[in-house]
């Protein structure tokens, strides 16, 4: 039996293979569970393009040898055309781009980083909805409330800036839209930025709207100003795009958010219904958050995220009685492997 996350996943190839594009690991027990580890680069697929791939497996076991495997879109040439005289309108070097200091800042030796795991029910994300009004996703409005969380534990000067780097997906964004079916990566970061006491002070509603304005602006001018920008960095013998932050390393006063709740992960069925457990890895970056739709709960969503080990889970998301909402709407969990090691059904590490 595994007793680390990191065990379930494929081994990182010698170095003199060079860089692998996809390691798959089928961790099997006596129970019947099924545990598998999933590893891929990100320049390779973006979440989109495997979570399609991962359908297609599922559908391609379901039936067997009468599956016929739909056609991803792979025409690259037609999705990144630069202008004939490329004409980059936005510094994309500064914003996309590794810069000397690199991301992220050392905590030292005696500090570790630990997985917290919060699970926000229905009910709860419905109540927040309620509170924004108007135009929201469950994702934004989830967003905004732990970043008011994190940057109140975080106990920052009110002057300060903090921002939070959010993935988007590009396809529907870009002129013309790019296909769903598109394999390959079309993520793209928005960096909503507010002083520290607005952040704190502000309504859920102003700050949903933050979060909504700086996705809003990664718009086809955006996008198109982006692939002229590689365009002219190929000529001038390519750059080298921002990297993750190393592990054991603070994001602070920033975050950075992925969502996988437009994906299907939380679906699948290879044959003994869906999963009971879909997490990522271990997130070894402080202010490091990825959003799963929960495979338990209808409508409820996990939140996956990097914490300093000497944080109790409680400071981050307290649940006493006199908070707005139920107590029991949010749980808190500092060690979720025991879900794993509890299941009995599939469980899908990506």
Request: charged content about 25%.
């Amino acid at each position: 039996m595994a007793t680390n996350v990191r065990d379930l996943y494929p081994a990182i190839p010698e170095e003199n293979f060079g860089v692998a594009l996809l390691q798959i690991k089928l961790n099997r027990y006596k129970c019947g569970g099924l545990v598998i580890g999933l590893s891929y680069h990100h320049q390779t697929a973006d979440g989109v393009s495997m979570s399609n791939f991962i359908t297609t497996w599922e559908n391609a076991v379901r039936e067997g040898k009468n599956f016929l495997a739909p056609t991803p879109f792979l025409d690259r040439a037609t999705t990144a055309v630069p202008r004939r005289m490329p004409a980059p309108v936005f510094d994309h070097r500064s914003i996309e781009f590794k810069s000397e200091k690199g991301e992220g800042h050392d905590l030292g030796s005696e500090v570790r980083i630990k997985d917290l795991r919060v699970h926000f029910t229905a009910e709860f994300a419905a109540e927040l909805k309620a509170r924004v009004g108007g135009r929201c996703s469950t994702f934004q409005c989830l967003l905004a409330h732990v970043w008011k969380k994190i940057t109140a534990v975080r106990l920052l000067k009110p002057e300060e800036f903090t921002q939070v780097r959010v993935a988007v997906d590009c396809r529907g964004r870009a002129n013309p839209p790019v296909p769903m079916d598109f394999f390959g990566n079309m993520v793209l970061w928005a960096f909503p930025r507010l002083q520290v006491r607005d952040v704190l002070s502000w309504s859920y509603e102003c700050v949903v709207g933050a979060i909504r304005d700086a996705v809003a602006r990664v718009d086809e001018e955006y996008i198109q100003s982006f692939v002229d920008f590689g365009a002219l960095a190929d000529v001038n013998g390519g750059e080298e795009l921002m990297a993750a932050a190393a592990a054991g390393t603070t994001l602070c006063p920033d975050a950075e958010v992925d969502s996988w709740m437009g994906l299907r992960c939380h679906l699948l069925d290879f044959g003994t219904g869906p999963p009971s457990v879909v997490q990522p890895p271990d997130l070894p970056i402080e202010g490091l958050m990825v959003f799963v739709p929960s495979p338990t709960a209808k409508g409820g969503v996990d939140l996956f995220m990097g914490v300093v080990s000497t944080a109790p889970a409680a400071e981050y998301f307290p649940t006493t009685p006199t908070r707005k909402f139920r107590r029991d709407d949010t749980h808190v969990s500092d060690n979720f492997r025991r879900d794993a090691r509890a299941a009995s059904r599939s469980i899908l590490l990506i």
